[in-house]
């Protein structure tokens, strides 16, 4: 009975001291890593000689608040280890508590170390969008069958019942399932493939609520993983207590082994008194309540990634923090508004983020496009062809890029109205005492005129409707001035009157004879007269004679 008591205790014990311990696998890992591929254990010398390089150096500028964005896959079997948003945003809140020395508990950091910790300057956020540019939570979730993973990474791989990385170079990848053997996380150092590259961590050691369990419920599993990410090691050196290792870093003490659960200051080894080891450095193995700093060793280590041709320098690059921006679309309710003989107005709508609006247009049938840019939603289309057919596209220009082009629209510009033209070119000739010519150009569409005319300063005018272009008005008066007017008549209408015109005929001319009148009467001595002439002569006024020498010969004029 004793002795089943006591081995009942011991295996409580066992799996009590195994549950509450914290096991982390990235040096393992590491030490794995390097040992399996060369070119990794290259990569890893290159980036310390860099880090080393950037540690040294006295005048490294300043560099703003790094921000990177994180993608969490949750890979889960049961409905428990699908954790919630608000656990995930938690441990996310976390990290940027920690790496901002913004945490309440690094009050409770032994003054012997204040002087020595770090604002890291890191922040992390949620990716924004995904790699394809697509809006995202920075969450992705992925039903497994696997009922536990350890750090072969399987989990990171989807055809093994993970899921795969979102690119390296642009996203923290941190995957959280179940992981088996009591690990609570592991990490791969920087230089290792980019399908593997990222940290793990148990979903009972994520955040600070929902599924995570004390003594790892305060996000620190993360924090300290996402440091080895960032280059950190295990602030005892992975010596196993020998005080021959190093993290690398000049300002942790040297420290024995490990710490596990709270340890009290000052937990004194390798001679590292009177101040004693770091233990509540998150690069310890305390439990989450007692670790509350990272140094500025430790931060210069992290800061060495990225600076130019650093490891992690292709993170600032990144657009995963911000949304995507909204795709540049098409324009659309594509409207000819108004055509005339010359000119089209289009309208459409306002495209969200666009900035301009390429239009392009031609006769329908032509092979070039006339291309052209409106900064409006509206645009007139001048200098256009009457009675033409057209077609036009448009597209939207966006500070992300351009649409594609719209669907063809099409018009028709209109044909002009034909028009009844005013009679032109009035003439007046061949004037005479009774009659005038009247002459004017052709008009256009005329089926004839309408002449009218009347003597200057009358009221009433005669209308004479006319076939042709030209009038021989007859029957006037001598001497007389008179006023006219033309209209052209076509089909469609008249084109109203010309403006006035005038003219004025000829007086009667006066005739007067050029011989002298007889001064006899004797009829032998008359003028001969010939006959078919016209004989213009004086008469007498005491004797009136008329003499014929001809049966034909008649008198014309007296
Ligand atoms: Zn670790």
Request: charged share 10%.
């Amino acid at each position: 009975m004793f002795r089943i008591s006591t081995l009942l205790v011991f295996l409580l014990c066992t799996v009590q001291l195994r549950a509450q311990n914290r096991i982390c696998g990235s040096a393992d890992h590491l030490h794995d890593m390097e040992l399996s591929s060369p070119a990794f254990q290259n990569a890893r010398q290159l980036i310390e000689q860099q880090t080393q390089a950037y540690v040294n150096n006295t005048a490294n500028p300043q560099r703003s608040t790094i921000t990177i964005p994180v993608v969490v896959h949750v890979v889960y079997r049961l409905a428990s280890e699908n954790i919630s948003d608000a656990q995930i945003q938690s441990q996310i809140n976390i990290l940027n508590e920690d790496f901002r020395k913004l945490n309440p508990d690094f009050n409770n950091t032994p003054a012997a170390f204040q002087n020595v910790a770090a604002d890291c300057d890191i922040q992390f956020v949620l990716a924004k969008r995904t790699p394809n540019g697509d809006s995202s939570t920075g969450i992705t979730r992925t039903q497994t069958t696997v009922t536990s993973f350890n750090m072969s990474n399987q989990v990171k791989y989807t055809a093994t019942g993970g899921k795969d990385a979102w690119p390296a170079n642009q996203y923290l990848n941190i995957w959280v399932c179940k992981l088996s053997n009591g690990l609570l996380g592991y990490a791969q150092f920087p230089g290792g493939a980019a399908a593997t590259d990222g940290v793990v961590c148990s979903f009972r050691a994520f955040g600070n609520t929902g599924a995570a369990l004390p003594p790892f419920n305060k996000g620190r599993t993360a924090t300290h993983e996402i440091a080895h990410w960032l280059n950190v090691y295990h602030i005892w050196g992975d010596d196993a207590g020998s005080c021959n290792g190093t993290d690398l870093v000049g300002d942790t003490p040297n420290q024995g082994a490990e710490h596990y659960g709270c340890p009290s200051f000052p937990s004194i080894s390798c001679n590292n008194g009177p101040d004693g080891a770091m233990f509540m450095n998150f690069m310890d193995y305390s439990d989450d309540a007692c670790m509350s700093m990272f140094t500025q060793g430790q931060k210069s280590r992290m800061d060495a990634l990225f600076i130019p041709g650093g490891a992690r320098a292709a993170l600032l690059n990144s657009l995963g923090a911000e949304y995507p921006s909204p795709a540049c679309g098409i324009p659309s309710n594509i409207n000819t508004v108004f055509v005339s003989e010359n000119d089209a107005l289009l309208s459409w709508d306002l495209v969200v983020g666009a900035s301009a609006y390429p239009i392009r247009y031609r006769i329908t049938g032509d092979t070039n496009w006339n291309v052209l840019t409106s900064s409006l939603n509206a645009y007139i289309l001048g200098g256009l062809n009457a009675g033409t057919t057209y077609e036009y596209q448009l597209m939207s220009n966006c500070t992300s890029g351009q649409s594609a082009w719209s669907n063809t629209q099409t018009f028709t510009t209109n044909i002009p109205a034909p028009v009844c033209a005013l009679p032109s070119n009035v003439q007046t000739n061949n004037i005479t005492p009774t009659s005038v010519v009247i002459s004017w150009d052709q008009a256009a569409n005329s089926q004839g005129y309408t002449f009218r005319y009347r003597t200057s300063g009358s009221s009433n005018w005669l209308n004479i409707p006319v076939i042709q272009n030209n009038l021989n008005l007859n029957g006037l008066n001598a001497n007389q001035a008179y006023e006219f007017e033309i209209e052209n008549n076509c089909s469609f209408g008249n084109s109203g009157y010309t403006s006035t015109s005038t003219f004025s005929t000829l007086p009667v001319p006066v005739q007067v004879c050029s011989d002298n009148y007889e001064n006899n009467n004797l009829r032998i001595l008359a003028t001969q007269i010939q006959t078919n002439s016209i004989t213009n002569s004086m008469i007498r006024t005491a004797l009136i004679m008329i003499i014929l020498n001809s049966a034909q010969a008649r008198p014309n004029q007296k």
